[in-house]
Nanobody, 117 residues
Framework: QVQLMESRGGLVQAGGSLRISCAAT????????MGWYRQAPGKQRELVAR???????DYADSVRGRFTISRDNSKSTVYLQMNSLKVEDTAVYYC???????????WGEGTQVIVSS
């Protein structure tokens, strides 16, 4: 059974930085594309960033240049470094894993990030 454990988010002032992480178990991490999604109140869940096992990355236009996704395959962990945070980055952030072995998506429970003005 795949489990994705996100670190605690937090409250940060606009312009600040925050790093969240997600540790995966029950999955061959090197065979998975890892991603971060977010959902703000009243909005649909959207892709923030994703990274392949080889390190190729993809970002939403709204975060490109401010956020950095990375992964440590030896620790089965994916990170999201968020810099220059804006109030509109406030959302619940979800870790996602797509396994090429099972062709299935798995989701974490989400972690709240609040950016205050």
């Amino acid at each position: 059974q795949v489990q994705l454990m996100e670190s605690r988010g937090g409250l940060v002032q606009a312009g600040g930085s925050l790093r969240i992480s997600c540790a995966a178990t029950g999955i061959t991490f090197a065979h998975a594309v890892m991603g971060w999604y977010r959902q703000a109140p009243g909005k649909q869940r959207e892709l923030v960033a994703r990274i392949t096992s080889g390190g190729s990355t993809d970002y939403a236009d709204s975060v490109r240049g401010r956020f950095t996704i990375s992964r440590d395959n030896s620790k089965s962990t994916v990170y999201l470094q968020m810099n220059s945070l804006k109030v509109e980055d406030t959302a619940v952030y979800y870790c996602n894993a797509f396994s090429f072995d099972t062709r299935r998506d798995s989701w974490g429970e989400g972690t709240q990030v609040i950016v205050s003005s």
